[in-house]
Each structure stands twice: as C-alpha cells, then as structure tokens.
C-alpha cells in the first residue's frame, strides 16, 4: 500500500507560493469553548474548494495531545465512486490523522468535506491561562487524471479554549454592630474575574435573631441587563378589588397588585416578594407568593398588608422582586426589583415628608443599601445573604455570601424597645433596693448583677442613657 501512494503521491508538494483557486482548508477555521468544557467533544471538517479533475489526494493533520483527542473520523463521499482509501490511520501518540483516498471513477470537480474528525476535549485551563492548538494540515497533496499535482493552498484550522474567570461577590456592613436606631449600610461589588460586573443584579435578604425576614431586595450592580426571562411588569397599590390607590389610613390593610412576565419558552418557578419601607429606610413588611407561570405568559399576583396604628404618615415605598427562591436557600433575582410610592394618612390629618433615598448603584460594579431596623426588633445577630447569578459566553455562573451584624441595645434599655425613656425610669425605680425574692425584685434592673442589688449605681446607668434612641 505505501509503493501504491508513492506512486500516486510522490511528486513534491506544490508551492504555497503559487496562485492558485484550489485550497484544501478546516471548517470551521477557528473553534472556540470557555471553560468548563472538559469532555466536550466538537467537529471539523477537512474540505476542498474550487478543484477540477481531482483523481486523488492525501493529507495530514496535527494536534495537541494535551488538549485534544480523535475520537472518531467519518471519511466523506466526495471523490466518485468505487474509491480506494489508502490510508486511514490515527496515531494519538504522535497527534497525527494520515489520509489518503484515490478514484477509480471519474475525476470530480467543485467543492465540499473531504473527512469529518471528531475531537474531545481533555484539558481545560484555570484563570488565567488560555489554550490554544493548531489544527495543523501538513504534506497535502491533490492528484489529477494525468496524475499530475494539482496546484493548491492549505489552510490550517485553530481549537480555543478560554478560562472563563470566576463571578464572585463580597459583603460587608460598615459597622460590626449597631444599637436599634443605627443606619445599617450594607454594600459590596459583584466582579467576573478582576473585572467589575457593571450589568448584574444582587439578590439580598436580611434576617433577624429569629430568622425572619426583615429586606428582601434586588440591587443593580450598575445598569440593568439586557434580557430577562422573567420580570416584574408593574407594582401598583391598590384597594381589595385590584383599583389603584395611591394613599391608606393607618390601622387599615394596603394591598399590591404585581404583574409579572414570563418570556420563556417553558414553565418559570418565581418567588414574588413585597418588601414596605417607611421613610427614613425603615422596613415594616415583608411577604412573598410562589407559583410557577407558564411559558410565554403574563400573571398577576396581589399581596396584603396591614398599615400599623403606630406608622408614622407621610409618604412610604414598595418594592417588588421577582427570586428563584429566597437568597438564604441559594435563590437569585431574576430581573431588577420595581418599586412605587403611596401615602400613609391619619384620619386626623395628612402630612407629607420627602421619599426615601435606599439604595444607590454605580456602573463600577458596586451595590449598596441603608436602613434602619423598625421598632421592636429584637438585639442579636442578624445574617446578610447576597447571591447573583450572571451568564457569559453561554456560561451562567453563581455567586454567595453571607455575612452576620449584631444589633446591641442600650444599658439602660431596659423594656427593650430600643430606646431609653421614662418607662425604664419607672421600672428601675420601682425596683430600686431590691434584692432576689423580694416582691418588688426586676431583674431587668439589675444591670450588675454580681452585686445581687438594686441601687444607686443601676440607676445611674439607666439615667446616664436617658434619652438615648428615643
């Protein structure tokens, strides 16, 4: 068989500087993957273009054996029939697929793929190293029906394969702790590798001591993305009917129509969420309703919430998120949050204050949100969540954090409702020199309790803070 091809093939290989239309070429010239993309397999074609009077022809191909493996060769039916091939060999040590094929019909003319390889990838960088190898075809040969060359240029392919750098998010507060009244300032940035992700959206919850969820929101990281396969369409409050209703008396129930959109061309789990903020930052509801919406379809979901007698009037925000699920189990935004404005009255009077400022974004890559803890919230260790999920070259990559803060009452707090006023005057005074077992005994008062006393020197505490967070 070897006297045979070089026989057929044993004239020189033509110059690749000669013109010519004929080419011998890989389709595609250039395959690319980002990791992860170990095991993938792909295909390329050796294939000839503008060729007449082809009686036979032969190549090599060459790859990285690090990078690469042929796993399988599909010879195409493009000489006519009966052909001969006299070659069909791989050598996975050497990275080298040798054929040769010859006609024993008549020579064809025109274009079309020659042989289909198949390569699996065996090697993926890590950040930041990228891959390359070329798919090298060498010692080509075309014969025509005088068994003559046939003047042609070759073309060699080239395999890709980029790290895709990994999506990570940090969190922090400002502070370590904080009394009741404090502005807590939650912030961080979202990056894909070293740089800034200025297109992300970072699903963030809150929760208190007793793992209830006190913020539930959806921060830009910049501007918002492009596409969404779910978003919120409006929120607007309304009445008990669905009507839109832009203001509410203390001691009633508001209620919130969201709608929201499905884009998908299959069923969408989505978590709605409704999170209330009076002014000043001041978070006093929270609720959620989960259904699955259907592929390209629009529902429409309403929440209710009772408006506290003791909520300050003036004007008060909404915020509507649409999650895979709640942060804490791993859950991400689907789509930026929506918001709106409504009006909290007395039945004595209205009074209107400026809205809120709670959150900010910057096209750097940051988010950020401040606010304040409502009255009665307990002290303790509260948990920060923050997840963000972001696709790049057709990779969805996730990100988490977690974070806790403690919240501290003041000393002299001794009622715990966050500030100290004449109700913890009553109680320490009340109690003032007593003992444990004694029928006027607080231990709320005792504020140095190996002393076993109630005196002067827990009073004085409880005095020192009057006024403090009220």
């Known amino acids: 068989m070897l006297l045979t091809i070089s026989i057929l093939f044993g004239t020189t290989m033509i110059s690749m500087s000669l013109p010519s239309t004929t080419k011998l070429y890989i389709v595609p010239s250039k ?13 390329i074609n050796v294939s000839i273009a503008n060729v007449s009077d082809l009686k036979g022809f032969e190549f090599k191909l060459f790859w990285n054996t690090t990078l690469l493996d042929l796993v399988d060769v599909d010879i195409q039916p493009f000489l006519n029939q009966p052909v001969n091939i006299l070659i069909n060999e791989t050598r996975e040590d050497l990275g080298r697929y040798w054929l040769g094929a010859w006609s024993q019909g008549n020579p064809k003319s025109g274009s079309g793929a020659l042989a289909t390889l198949s390569f699996k990838i065996t090697y993926e960088p890590v950040v930041p190293e990228n891959v390359t190898s070329v798919l090298d075809l060498a010692d080509t040969k075309l014969m025509n029906s005088n068994v003559q060359p046939i003047p042609h240029e070759a073309y060699d392919g080239e395999y890709l394969c980029y790290s895709t750098p990994p999506l990570r998010i940090t ?31 970072v699903a963030l919850e809150v929760d208190n001591p007793l793992n209830q969820i006190k913020v539930i929101r959806s921060l830009l990281t910049g501007v918002p993305p492009a596409d969404h ?3 919120i369409i409006s929120v607007v409050p309304c009445n008990k009917e669905g009507n839109p209703r832009n203001w509410f008396y203390k001691g009633i129930t508001a209620y919130f129509n969201v709608t929201i959109k499905n884009s998908d061309n299959k069923t969408r789990w989505v978590l709605t969420s409704v999170n209330l903020y009076y002014a000043e930052n001041t978070p006093f509801g929270m609720d959620a309703f989960g259904q699955a919406i259907a592929a390209n ?15 300050p009037i003036g004007i ?15 859950g991400t935004a689907y789509c930026p949050e929506k918001s709106a404005t409504f009006e909290i009255r007395s039945i004595s009077g209205v009074a209107t204050i400026p809205p809120p400022q709670t959150s900010s974004s910057s096209p750097e890559g940051t988010y950020n949100l401040t606010f304040k803890l409502p009255p009665g919230e307990g002290r303790g260790n509260y948990t920060v969540y923050a997840n963000s999920e972001y696709t790049i070259h057709e990779q969805t990559q996730m990100a988490t954090n977690s974070i806790t803060f403690e919240v501290k009452g003041f000393e002299g707090d001794l009622n715990g409702d966050g500030g100290v006023d004449i109700f913890d005057v009553v109680i320490a005074a009340a109690a003032f020199g007593s003992r444990p077992g004694d029928p006027n005994w607080d231990a709320r008062a005792d504020l140095r309790p190996e002393f076993g006393l109630i005196d002067i020197f827990d009073f004085m ?3 020192a803070d009057f006024g403090k967070g009220t």
């Open 229 to 231: 396969i779910v978003e």
């Open 461 to 463: 505490v409880v005095a």
């Open 297 to 311: 379809s629009t529902a429409w979901f309403q929440l209710s919430f009772p408006i506290p007698d003791t909520a």
């Open 31 to 43: 395959t690319e993957y980002w990791t992860p993309a170990l095991n993938k397999t792909f295909m």
């Open 171 to 201: 969190l922090m507060t400002d502070k370590p702790s904080y009394f009741l009244t404090d502005s807590i300032h939650i912030y961080g940035n979202l990056t894909l590798g070293f740089s800034p992700v200025q297109d992300g959206i």
């Open 316 to 330: 008060a925000w909404v915020y509507a998120n649409a999650l895979t699920n709640w942060p804490r189990d791993g």
